[in-house]
């Protein structure tokens, strides 16, 4: 009775943002499944990695750091981390041999067997607001609602250990969640769980999207917000609505070109917004963050944070990531942390890549849709199970 009454519901939560970050003490899997198994790697050698010889590791000892934090009291990363702490001062020589000599480099492939997925980036957007609503500040980032239910069904069901399900009670029955339009329209009982108000609702759909931001108030000081829950809806892109009704070429599809659209049209602003059914709600983060925290439960690090799909990557994994800078054929191959997720992460070859915050973050990650290949590098003694 229970699946059959779910499973329209945990269909619908097949494409939901990311859960909320782990705590750093949460259980991990066996080293057999750190994984999934029949996963889409090959084996590789460092030597196929691009530029691995002349990459500069310094930048990604830090994010590696981070990773260990959440991971060093697992048992398939307590060796290679507790190795990690006994690095002080590395140069690029000893880190490379750390990672040659305690990883392996696995080459991530897509279901059809190419090894090209589409890269994107993310940022940390700045926007303007204030705790209470005014007649500049009039549009709400909502916490998360009274009536919205989270539920785990991993135990029932091990292939959704990915998912939650998301919805409201009506009655006796467990129903979708109020959509964007429906909340937009006043339908959900948010009254007194707005955060914050701001004072432009497309600045603040790109924040639902971005997943963390900061919000400069009246008096000039900065706060922090994140990613607390979202409403069970898959993400739609308006980007591709925009390109549908023939606002711009494919090739043009950008954060800015969809701003650049909303100035001259907005009369049609919130038609386009209600597209996307998915509405992300945040909660207040401490200042003393040195920045967003991803799905791993640790701060990004700017330009070596990736945001992966992890029915494929586990989070936490380094990750080698061959691609170009946003809008060039110039080569942008280094070795990053998985330590995000993202609603519209989905498939194997995909990452989004965490450029950091401001203006000239949000220029790169806006720009930001290329071509890449993507190498997992796992701890020896921890490889995924290869299909025979």
């Known amino acids: 009775m229970l699946r059959s009454a779910l499973l329209p519901l945990i269909l619908l939560a097949a494409c939901t943002t990311p859960k909320p970050p782990a705590p750093a003490s949460s259980s991990m899997p066996p080293a057999s499944a750190i994984a999934p198994p029949y996963a889409p790697f090959a084996v ?49 020589n000893s880190l490379r041999a750390f990672f040659e000599q305690g990883f392996t480099p696995y080459q991530v492939y897509n279901p059809d067997g190419s090894s090209q997925g589409l890269i994107t980036g993310y940022y940390e957007p700045k926007l303007y607001g204030s705790r209470v609503k005014t007649a500049r500040f009039r549009y709400p980032l909502y916490g998360p609602p009274d009536d919205l239910l989270t539920i785990d069904l991993s135990e029932l069901y091990p292939q959704l250990k990915d998912l939650r399900l998301r919805g409201r009670l009506q009655g006796n029955r467990v129903v979708p969640y109020y959509n964007r339009g429906e909340i937009d329209n006043g339908k959900a009982p948010l009254q007194g769980r707005e955060l914050f108000w701001v004072d432009n609702a497309v600045d603040l759909f790109f924040l639902q999207i971005q997943g963390s931001g900061r919000i400069e108030l009246p008096d000039g000081t900065l706060v922090k917000v994140g990613y607390a829950e979202q409403n069970g809806h898959p993400y739609n892109s308006i980007g591709k609505k925009l390109v549908d009704m023939g606002a711009f070429k494919l090739e043009e599809s950008s954060m800015q070109n969809i701003k650049l659209w909303a100035e001259k049209n907005p009369d049609k602003l919130l038609g386009l917004l209600e597209q996307n059914p998915s509405y992300v709600f945040f909660r207040e983060l401490p200042n003393t963050l040195p920045a967003p925290l991803g799905a791993l439960g640790v701060p990004l690090t700017n330009e070596y944070s990736l945001a992966v799909d992890t029915r494929t990557i586990p989070l936490g994994a380094p990750v080698f990531l061959s691609t170009t800078y946003p809008n060039t054929a110039a080569p942008l191959n280094r070795l990053m942390l998985a330590q995000d997720t993202g609603g519209a992460i989905k498939g194997a070859v995909r990452g989004d890549f965490f450029w950091g915050f401001g203006e000239q973050a949000g220029t790169q990650a806006g720009r930001m849709k290329q071509s890449g290949q993507m190498w997992v590098l796992f701890p020896k003694g921890a490889e995924p199970v290869l299909r025979p």
């Open 44 to 92: 590789s050698k460092w030597e196929m990695l691009p530029d691995w010889q002349t990459v500069d590791l310094q930048p990604t000892w830090g994010a590696f750091t981070q990773s260990c934090n959440a991971l060093k009291n697992k048992p398939s990363w307590q060796i290679i981390c507790a190795r990690a702490n006994e690095l002080t001062q590395p140069d690029n």
